[in-house]
């Protein structure tokens, strides 16, 4: 939890333990990369977005889970994260 460097705008922390792992977090982690062109532990170069894969957040009952900033995204599918990620990079626009 001790961070060496700074971190992006808004913290994604995909938790892959095991019910969400069970309800597809892999798939879930792997698209955010995909969509933020960044790894675990990786901040985009503008410095809006970090991503990082986490153990559970206390969602499992809303499995996929994950916390941005404190605040929580359940039952997450690749459409919900586009939505999260478009809508920041909308908002940070205005
Ligand atoms: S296992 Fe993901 S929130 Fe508990």
């Known amino acids: 939890m001790l961070r060496t460097r700074p971190v992006g705008k808004y ?8 019910s969400c792992l069970l309800r597809g977090a ?10 933020l062109g960044i790894g675990n532990k990786e901040s ?4 809006l977005f970090h991503l990082e894969e986490v153990e559970c957040i206390g969602a499992c009952s809303w499995a996929p889970a994950l916390m941005m900033n404190y605040e929580f995204h359940e ?3 690749p459409a919900k994260i586009d939505e999260l ?10």
């Open 75 to 77: 039952n997450l599918t």
């Open 11 to 18: 913290n994604l922390q995909v938790c892959t333990n095991v």
């Open 26 to 35: 892999d798939d879930i982690f792997e698209h955010c990369k995909t969509k």
């Open 85 to 94: 990620i478009d809508g920041l990079k909308k908002k940070e626009e205005q």
């Open 44 to 47: 985009t170069p503008d410095g």
